[in-house]
């Protein structure tokens, strides 16, 4: 079963950052838009951030202004640049693709104040 494998998660304190990662095979990062999803522990799956197949790149208003998504194309990955992270934050991070057609793991974030 194709799979995404995402990377990056820890922990840091309020205010710090985190990079992740995710990566997949190149047919889907050539045709599929890519997103970043977080479930927080007694929480539904929340859309975080997206980018699409021609580069346009969305935010949750939650995120906006701190997290970044960007795409390495040769390297068929999918970054997740997070700053001034919040203890709100925390949660388990998914990355995932065409519309939900694929899935990776999860990486675990936790913000401590």
């Known amino acids: 079963q194709v799979q995404l494998v995402e990377s990056g998660g820890g922990s840091v304190q309020a205010g710090g950052s985190l990079k992740l990662s995710c990566v997949g095979p190149r047919y889907i990062f050539s045709n599929c838009g890519r997103a970043w999803y977080r479930q927080a522990p007694g929480k539904e799956r929340e859309w975080v951030s997206g980018?699409?197949?021609?580069?346009?790149?969305r935010y949750a208003d939650s995120v906006k202004g701190r997290f970044t998504i960007s795409q390495d194309n040769a390297k068929n990955t999918l970054y997740l640049q997070m700053n001034s992270l919040k203890t709100e934050d925390t949660a388990v991070y998914y990355c995932g693709a065409c519309g939900g057609g694929y899935w990776g793991q999860g990486t675990q974030v936790t913000v401590s104040s």
């Open positions: 980018i699409s197949s021609d580069g346009t790149t």
